[in-house]
């Protein structure tokens, strides 16, 4: 498939970014194809990206909500959405590399069979990180109204983390932040920091190994770690740095968790695919 399409009044257009890898996804799941293929510029899902980390290792295979995390935390190998319908009706997808089509790629299926705990390491930049403190306790009432105010200026609330009588949340621009803290007035205050990355380690099961957090933390002991979270998902470890500390940080974990990893692989298949997209390092 390609990046060009058609409005339904048959205008061409661009599928955008991931737009084939959806398509791809949609109609491999529609058919129940024996897999999906997606076909990009490097070998399959990497350890992290490896502009910054040119060691960076194929990951062989993982499961499809690992490569889903690592898409939602700002892999750009894949979109968020590609996973989604190959995800509900179990086909497997395959990521290739277009230039070496004779590599193995990875496989990302419901049940991996490798036994790595941490596959693959991410970091999203361009967030802004909002404070919002109320001027009294934090009822259910105030926050339905907090929220509320934040959807109608059209925010996604990426990620948030609480305590008394303060919250604090992760967009992706400010623009209509001063227009929320108008509006908020009287209710809570609202301060904002921009120029934030939010790091992120993926992997099975990676909750239930309380030392990989400690590792974490003592090869970052020297970084000023924000809104750390391990625990809303089994599959992730996730934290806010300044966004010039953001590469280091991904550069010291990758170090600390890959240097001296096995280099297992994926034996290879033959490649007979019902549906397959190009697709690009971004």
Known sequence: MVFIGSTRDGIPTTLGRGGSDFTASIVGAALEAARIEIWTDVDGILTTDPKLCPDARRVPTMSFEEAADLAYFGAKILHPAAIAPAMRKNVPVWVLNSRHPEGKGTEIVAHPSDEFTIKAITARKGVTVV????????????????????????????????????????????????????????????????????????????????????????????????????????????????????????????????????????????????????????
């Open 131 to 282: 404070d919002v403190e109320a001027v009294r306790w934090f009822a259910p009432e105030l926050l339905r109204e907090i929220f509320d105010v934040f959807e109608r200026h059209h925010y996604g609330l990426d990620f948030l983390s609480s305590s008394r009588g303060s919250l604090s949340l992760l967009v992706t621009s400010a623009d209509a932040l001063p227009a929320i803290a108008e509006e908020l007035k009287g209710l809570a205050s609202v301060r904002w920091k921009s120029e934030k990355a939010l790091v992120c380690l993926v992997g099975e099961k990676v909750r239930r190994q309380p030392e990989i957090a400690g590792q974490v933390f003592r090869a970052l002991a020297d970084v000023d770690l924000r809104m750390i979270c391990q625990g809303a998902s089994e599959r992730n470890i996730s934290f806010l740095v300044d966004e010039s500390k953001a590469e280091d940080s991904v550069r010291r974990l990758h170090r600390l968790f890959f240097n001296h990893a096995s280099t297992a692989t994926q034996p290879a298949v033959a490649r007979s695919p019902l549906c397959q997209a190009e697709g690009t390092w971004q």
